[in-house]
């Protein structure tokens, strides 16, 4: 079962950097997936899609602030000079044959 | 600039139908395949549909299957969820996103409707 896990929140202070994880399930580790930002009160906002080598491809003005990693079945992203307008939930998504799953989501805060 | 703003939310009854649309605009609607997708309060992200740019193709989330219907109109730049036998778990707001042409992700999403399921 085609499955993403993400931690429920993550901190850090304002222009530090902050990591987030998204873990595939087992035998989905060269998937690939898109990370997603909500901030409060709005609709979704795609940020990029993540290769499982570590390549990514960023939405249309997304910030050079954002990027993403991979390792094994880990998909990261990393938030660099944190801004208060970071603060939000962080979405990873996959799909597979006909079907597209999301990740829990993870709640930045900016400190 | 890409739009799609969703419509058809408001308070329906248990066991009611609901019909929502999204209006797209800024880009070629009919070369895009679209997805519906919900998010109950203080909740996540849930998929729930997908229907190809032909609307030949199209899948369903297992929480919604034959209760949902997706449908679109390419001369209209719309695209619609149908939503029988309401459920109080149906209560959460609607989005519409729009699947990247080359790939398989939500590259744009609207603002989202709310469905309030309640008598």
């Known amino acids: 079962q085609l499955v993403l896990t993400q931690s429920p929140s993550a901190s850090a202070s304002l222009g530090a950097s902050v990591k987030l994880t998204c873990t595939l399930s087992?035998?989905?580790?060269?998937?690939?997936i898109a990370w997603h930002q909500q901030q409060p009160e709005k609709g979704p906002r795609y940020l990029l899609k993540?290769?499982?080598?570590?390549?990514?491809t960023k939405g249309d003005g997304i910030p050079d602030r954002f990027s993403g990693s991979s390792s094994g079945a880990e998909r990261y992203l990393t938030i660099s000079s944190l801004q208060s307008e970071d603060e939000a939930d962080y979405y990873c998504?996959?799909?597979?044959?006909?079907?597209?799953?999301f990740g829990g989501g993870t709640k930045v805060t900016v400190l | 600039e890409v739009q799609l703003v969703e419509s058809g939310g408001g308070l329906a009854q248990p066991g009611g139908s609901l019909r929502l649309s999204c209006a797209a605009s800024?880009?070629?609607?009919?070369?895009?395949?679209m997805n519906w997708v919900r998010q109950a309060p203080g909740k996540g992200l849930e998929w729930l549909s997908y229907?190809?740019?032909?609307?030949?193709?199209?899948y369903y989330a297992d929480s919604v299957k034959g209760r949902f219907t997706i449908s679109r109109d390419n001369a209209n730049n719309s695209l619609d969820l149908q939503i029988n036998s309401l459920r109080a778990e149906d209560t959460a707001i609607y989005y519409c996103?729009?699947?990247?042409?080359?790939?398989?992700?939500?590259?744009?999403w609207g603002q989202g409707t709310l469905v309030t399921v309640s008598s």
């Open positions: 996103a729009r699947t990247y042409m080359y790939g398989y992700y939500f590259d744009f």
């Open positions: 800024g880009f070629s609607f009919s070369r895009y395949e």
């Open positions: 229907i190809s740019n032909s609307g030949d193709n199209i």
């Open positions: 087992s035998g989905h580790s060269r998937y690939a």
């Open positions: 993540l290769n499982s080598d570590g390549s990514h």
């Open positions: 998504q996959t799909w597979g044959t006909d079907i597209w799953v």
